[in-house]
């Protein structure tokens, strides 16, 4: 966790890690190595309820947040206005492009997905698997794994997850 983080944190009563799902975003600046963001959200976490938020701060333009990405953050059970985005835990663009490019080119050797590609939210695969869609089975397993690895999903609620997913393909 980032010194910032750290602080913030180390003064809440009851935090709790949770995830921020990016709705929007300000544009980064090209040239920029960092600078200010500004972002709206929806964060949630056990134990909180669902609430949107503005967010806004100063990082590397490397780890620039956008619209869908959903940011692992720490909140405040006791005090859900306090909260706090876990940047150290944020790939850079790069790191993300790459795990894209490495489980894409496994799926088209027919290799089962590695954990850690891009995650998702689970209501937004629930939503997926609900609606009828056709997910494509090695991405939503690989970001299913991803959250399971992150502590986001239990293990019972990992195991329905991919159980459903497996019986949609």
Avoid at 58 to 81: C, E, H, M
Wanted: charged share 20%; aromatic share 6%.
């Amino acid at each position: 966790m980032g010194l910032i983080a750290k602080f913030k944190t180390s003064h809440m009563k009851d935090p709790v890690h949770g995830t921020a799902t990016v709705t929007g975003a300000t544009g980064a600046d090209p040239t920029a190595t960092s600078q200010n963001y500004r972002i709206d959200c929806v964060v949630q976490a056990e134990g909180v309820p669902a609430f949107s938020a503005t967010h806004s701060g100063f990082i590397s333009t490397s780890k620039w947040p956008y619209g869908g990405q959903v940011l692992p953050v720490t909140i405040d059970r006791a005090n859900p206005s306090k909260w706090v985005i876990n940047w150290d835990q944020v790939q850079t663009g790069a790191q993300a492009a790459r795990e894209q490019a490495d489980a894409l080119a496994a799926r088209m050797r027919g290799e089962p997905p590695s954990a850690g590609d891009a995650a998702a939210e689970p209501a937004q695969l629930q939503a997926s698997l609900e609606r009828g869609t056709e997910p494509d089975t090695a991405d939503e397993l690989t970001k299913l794994a991803d959250l399971h690895d992150r502590g986001v999903l239990t293990d019972t609620e990992f195991e329905s997850q991919k159980a459903k997913i497996l019986a949609q393909s």
